[in-house]
């Protein structure tokens, strides 16, 4: 078999035992760069995000399923036989299960030292809170993002649409796991990361806790409220975003929605007087935009150069013609996956494919030549 | 000077032509894992965000800054010479405005082709919106997660509170930038990275999409509605998390909060039905919590083993007992800077450090023996 010099992580192999999201998307990742990624799943079930609409399909693709029941001797055995022939170890069980089933960090260091081992938790591997429980909206609530969160003037609510807390750890893990493939290349050595979701969440509130400080820690109001940047309603239903934040885009947005006093109006030249005064300029703004459908205030708003986007529903996605165009979408087994979504020149990305069924890859990887 | 071997970026520099959030905060990552960042900056004020309350500090950490006009022929030269000794060049400019300046991608290749050049824009270097102008709003809009967004029942509202478009694309640009790097390692040659904040997010909505179709396309209050899983306002007026997503959670809170008919109720035993019955279910939680503070309710619900976490505001988070344990927020003249997120063992991390004045390195990297 050839082995392609432009697939990145082509002749990297992953073994993955971590379920949900975090991980998986993770992993993802690593074999959309070109790496093997063997999922590890405990029969009779597997990955519960099997049983979760789709959350296993999306974050699955072109991975291999072998079940093993690590508390057995025959699981053990071939985890060790998995260990000894891999590049990452990925694991997100509480912190020290894995140690307690005897592949903890030493343990692994000492059967295969190039092992980059990634442990993903909701606290991390130390600290008063590495043993509790928890879940996405726990993170972003210790780390300050919920507090924040959701209406500017109503109470918090985690209100990122996506999985924030999830998709930034598993980001993070990426990044992480591929810095330390990068040292391995020099030291010959593999590495220990400790990845703590909630760390990950107060990473990308690193800006905000910046901005809250200088801001002369405001209320979460005044803080976030905004007009004229934002979603607005139009006269069928949808809606359309406008981002003005400069003052060319505000004045031009008042011109093209027939308001241009409200432009001019020096009370409201600033942008931070525009988040503080709010109150006053947005139902001027939503009345407005209800005078006409979503699609003819897109043509006006465009035609005007002002920063406006339909607000897009999930059945649109498909056929938005930026994203058609990119080729964002594919269509496996009739399933909608997204693409990586960077574009390059002089590198290989893997397409996306179908998710394993539990098991699939038992005969192939445990009693197979690769190891 | 000694290299480190730990840091696993040493002796890789980026010339990092972008300003505001994105490319910012994926150079930082790099500067973190060891990388020399220099950034190339317009005269006479430099990247906006240095007067945009704390995001420069929060990014430019440990940065150098050389300050150049790149329509004049001396700030063309300076910026040539940098290309020849680089690594990784980032821009953030409108698609095509940096090859009119003469330094697009096949000029720069043809420089130096072992350059990783990563372009960051808001719908990327290609399709009809390439031109557009637009914010975080804008993408979070197009690519779906707006319509999912704020309040499950009420209007779209970017509700994320940290800057989901930027910061998301920040992390795909990073993880591209060191598979690059990887790559490189095996055919010497860069490569050219088309970030799309747009595509970015629409990838963060991949497992959402399947989701959504998964569940039969319901309407957002069906979609991100919850109860037994967000806040809860205390008598204090603060807020807990509670993340009871499993039935034994579920139940073990009912018990807590004195409601144990709530969890033994028939009609709310699955996940499902807990969100669908979310408008019966949520006062009765609301009438209990208000009857104690938030610090009762977290010693009552931990002793209860039921996954809760206070609703920290940004002015508590650096006294979080799991913080100050994992030593996340750093000190550095007088701002709290935010770590990596990351903690590893056989790898070593830059600590965070100031941001540079602008041009402060004009004298010693444009001038000196580096070039």
């Not at 093997?36 to 995000?49: F, L, S, T, W, Y």
């Not at 022939?85 to 960090?105: A, K, S």
């Not at 598993?170 to 992480?176: D, E, G, N, R, T």
């Amino acid at each position: 078999m050839g082995v392609s010099l432009l697939l990145p992580l082509e002749g990297v192999r992953v073994v993955d035992l971590t379920n949900f999201l975090p991980g998986p998307f993770c992993s993802m990742i690593l074999s959309d760069f070109g790496a093997e990624v063997i999922k590890v799943e405990r029969p009779p079930k597997g990955d519960p995000a099997r049983y979760q609409g789709g959350m296993f399909t999306s974050a699955g693709r072109n991975k291999k399923s072998v079940a093993l029941d690590l508390k057995s001797d025959e699981g053990k055995e071939a985890l060790r036989k998995l260990v000894l022939n891999c590049d990452v170890l990925m694991e997100g069980f509480r912190p020290g299960v894995l140690d307690r089933l005897g592949f903890g960090w030493e343990a692994v260091r000492a059967l295969n030292d190039r092992v980059v081992y990634c442990s993903i938790s909701g606290f991390g591997q130390t600290g008063p809170n590495r043993d509790l429980a928890g879940h996405d909206v726990n993170y972003l609530s210790i780390a300050g993002a919920l507090s924040i969160s959701g209406d500017p003037d109503g109470p918090p609510v985690a209100g990122g649409g996506v999985q924030v807390a999830d998709l930034t750890s598993a980001m993070y893990a990426a990044v992480s796991v591929l810095a330390a493939i990068i040292n391995r290349g020099r030291t010959g050595k593999g590495a220990y990361l400790d990845v703590s979701m909630t760390d990950c969440v107060l990473a990308f509130m690193g800006p905000r806790i910046l901005e809250y400080f200088d801001r002369g820690m405001p209320p979460k109001g005044t803080m976030m409220g905004r007009s004229g940047f934002g979603a607005y309603r139009t006269r069928d239903g949808k809606y359309v975003s406008v981002g003005c934040l400069e003052l060319n885009f505000w004045q031009r947005l008042c011109d093209a929605l027939g308001d241009p006093e409200l432009g001019r109006d020096p009370k409201y030249l600033g942008w931070f007087d525009r988040m503080k005064y709010r109150a006053e300029i947005n139902p001027r703004l939503d009345e407005k935009f209800l005078l006409r459908d979503r699609d003819e205030w897109m043509k006006i708003l465009r035609e005007a150069d002002v920063p406006v986007t339909p607000v897009n529903r999930i059945e649109e996605l498909e056929n938005d013609p930026q994203f058609v165009s990119r080729g964002m979408i594919k269509r496996v087994n009739g399933q909608p996956l997204v693409a990586f979504p960077v574009k390059f020149e002089g590198l290989e990305l893997r397409e996306p494919g179908p998710a394993p069924e539990l098991g699939a890859d038992n005969g192939g990887i445990l009693g197979g030549p690769g190891l």
